[in-house]
């Protein structure tokens, strides 16, 4: 009878040794890395970007997930101009904008469950485009999605998106022009290795876009989830990305489709702590706090270096009086010969995500430690049957 009470305190012991996480963990939120690592926590504790509205032109986004409840103002579907609040993806890969838009502003649920963004109380405009019909064609979405976000109000706009060519339509000057004479930062991610971009296409080639590549979570170019150029101005996290996934789910995916919105988010909260600052300066602060990667001031892998949220927020700078990232205005004056002839290629499909994998069930982050603890568990179960037996 004692070996049998013995053994049943020492299993309860084992149990929860093996098996108990830390106090209110969540292994969706535990596998946001770059919250903690970035410093966003930090930057919380300035600033959330509340009162800042962002666009994600891209395939929609599924407002009754968990995690987006809130999140999303306003919405289009910038193909026929009809307004929705929540949107069912139409396309095969119309869970695009919501993965999209969790790394963004995702609010997360209950007690710490969930994705939560980089900026979680910004305030999101939701533009959907078609990637399956072909009019509109993709060209005049885009150019059409901007006109809307600037006139709903967007602050920001993100652009998870590649033409997988450098050329960009002469449609595009304008509207990408009205953007920034409106004060407007646009966010665009700079294409992946994995999807056939190995140079930055349109419309991370157009000067004034904030451009973003990839790093895997060591911090290291990322030869598959990111591609390489002279117009990146950032590297931001683009491996090993949770995000929320339409119906409630939630995956793991790679690409700089998803290092764009980390930095959007990180526009957002400069936005917020710095309402009076035109864009100009907005983009000078995320550029020029960014910590160098090597020797050189500028590298075509990195850009200006890899975010720093905290010292975006608090760093004493100088005004700048001109979009560090070029002009656009300038260039079409300089090499815009033809309003006629439309470049060669299309907007492709949003950026692919690299190594789509479900987030859901065991959390194998967890098999060492549980090891451990069950390696640990057996040599106590062990010394005490030793011991019981020897007081027989």
Known sequence: MRLRKYLALTLAVVSILAFA?????????????WLSNYGFTQAWKITKGAGVKVAVIDTGIDSTHP?????VSLGVDISTLNAYVEQTPVQDFGFHGTMVASLLAGRGHGKNIGVIGTAPEAELISVAMRFDIETPTTDQQIASAIHYAVDAGAKVINLSLTRNSKDWPALWDE????????????????????GGT?????PATIPGVLVVAGVDRNAQVSNQASTEGLTI?????ATDLVSAYPGGEYKIWSGTSGAAPIVSGLVALVRAKYPNLDANNVINR?????????????????????????GALTADLPQVQANPLGSLSDWVKLYRKSTDVAPAGELAAPIQPHNLVNAQGFDSTQIVPIGVYTIFAILVLTSVIRRLRRRK
């Open 67 to 71: 995690d987006l409840v809130n999140a």
């Open 286 to 310: 995320v550029i020029s706090t960014a910590t160098k990667m090597g020797d050189q001031p500028y590298s075509n892998q990195f850009g200006y270096g890899l975010i720093d949220p905290v």
């Open 198 to 202: 190995e140079q930055v296409g349109a």
């Open 175 to 194: 509207a990408f022009q009205y953007a920034f004479d409106h004060d407007v930062v646009v966010v665009a991610a700079a294409g992946n290795r994995a």
């Open 21 to 33: 996480g830390p106090a209110n963990a969540d292994a969706i939120r535990d596998k946001e890395y």
């Open 233 to 237: 101005a950032v590297a931001a996290p």
